[in-house]
C-alpha cells in the first residue's frame, strides 16, 4: 500500500492519538500508524483496569478515523517514507514519532526462558496486554512479587493486593517513589500499601528469577533469600523507543533530541511523548505528551497559537484507591530542600496527611501533599507562574492551608 498522507504520525499512544485528532480538527488530517492490537487506550488507566475497578473499554481514547494498524520498521529520510513489517510503504511530507518507551527489563539471572521468552507469569507493566495477562494470572491468595517501588511498582502492588494476591514488593532504593517524595510522604506511602496488606522490602535488590518447566516459581534476592511466587511483575522503569530514529541517524540521546517546534535535526521529522527529549529532559508522563501534542499540533496546522513549546512543569499525580478511602498524592518540583531555602511542613498522623513545599529566593520550587489535596491548584499555578511570592511568609502558608473553601 502507498499513501501520500501529507502528515503520518507513528504510534497511537497518547501523544500521537491527541496529535491526530488535534490536527483533524484544524483541519489538516493526519494518518496514524499504531503496532498495537488494541484500539488506542489511555495507559495511565491501567492500573485500574489491573485492580478491577475498570473495564479496558474505560481505557479508550477517541481515535481518528485514519488510523492503521502496522508496525514501521524502518525510516527512508531522502524518500520520505515510512517502511512497515507487513512491507507496505507510507510517504510523508511530514513525518512525527510518537513511538512511547519500553519497559525496562532488569538483569536478572534466569529472566528468560531459553527461547528469549519471559517465564509464565512474569510480566512487565506497560501495555494492554500487560495488564490483561497480569489480570488472569491473579486469583486471591496468589504469589506476587512486585520488582520496584517507583510510580508503577507502588500502582501495580496496590492493584494486585485490592484483587487479594498476597504482594511482596522488593524496593532497591532506600525508599519507595524515592524520585518524586520526600521521606516523610514516602513513608506515608508505603504504610498505605501495607495497610493493604502488601509486604514492602526496601534497599532490596532481587537477582534471580527460577523457573520449572517455563513457569515462575520464586525469586531471589542478592543476600540469597528466596520468596515463592506464581505473578512477578517488573517495574523497574521505561526506555524511551528510539530505534528507529538512531536507524534513520536522527540524533538520540536518552530520547530523540528535538527543539523548541519538537523537530528533530530533520526538518520533515518530529517527535513528541515519551520517545522525544527537549531540553535535556525525558519527561515519561502523560500532561507533557499532552502538552507536546497540542503544541506541535497548532505548529503544523499553521493555526498561529503555539509558537514555540518551552517545556512543562508536570505534578505527579497519583491515587490509590483502597477498599476504605482512596489515597491521593501529589508532587511537583524539587521536594528536597537545599541548603538555604524555606520548607514550610504541615503533617497530621493520625488523618496520615502531609503537606509541605520548598521555597527558593522567594519562588516556589517544589512541593509535596499527602492525603490532603485541596490546595493543589493553587500551588500548582504559584509553581508553574514562577512568580516571585509575598516575602512575609504568610500568603505561602495561607496556600498550603486554605483549600478553597472545599
Ligand atoms: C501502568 C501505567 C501507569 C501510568 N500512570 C501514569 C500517571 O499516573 N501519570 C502520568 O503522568 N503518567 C503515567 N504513566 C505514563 C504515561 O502513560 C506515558 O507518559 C504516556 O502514555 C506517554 O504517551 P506516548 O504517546 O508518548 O507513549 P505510549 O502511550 O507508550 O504510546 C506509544 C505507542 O506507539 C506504539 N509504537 C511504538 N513503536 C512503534 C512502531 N515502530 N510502529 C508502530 N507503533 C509503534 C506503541 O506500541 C504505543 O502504542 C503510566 C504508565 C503506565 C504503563
Redesign the pocket.
Known sequence: MTSNARVVV???????VTLARRLGELGTPALL????EHRPYN??L??EVLAGRFGPEVTALPAPAALIR????GIDRAGRTVRCADGSVIAYGTLVL????NAVLPPLRGLFTPGRRLPEGVHA??TMDDCLGLSKAVRPGVRAVVVGGG??GV?AARALAVRGAQVVLAQQAERLMERQLDPAASALVRRHLEDLGVEVHTECRVRDVRSVGGAVRSVEMADGYALGADVVVLACGVRP?VG?ARDAGLAVRTGVLVDDELRTGDPHIHA????AEHAGRV?????P?LEQAGALAGLLAGDGTVARYTGTRSL???TLTGPDSPFDLAAFGETDPRPGDDVVQLADATRGTYRKVVVRDDRLVGGVLVGELGTVGALARAWEGAEPLPSDGGPLLHLLTNDGGS
Open positions: 507513528i504510534g497511537a499512544g497518547l501523544a500521537g500508524v499504531g503496532d498495537e495507559r495511565v491501567l492500573a502496522a508496525r514501521v520498521t510518537a513511538t512511547g518507551s507493566f506497560r510510580l508503577l500502582s523507543r528507529l513528541i511523548g515519551d520517545c519527561y515519561g508522563l502523560a500532561a505528551a505527579t499525580r497519583l
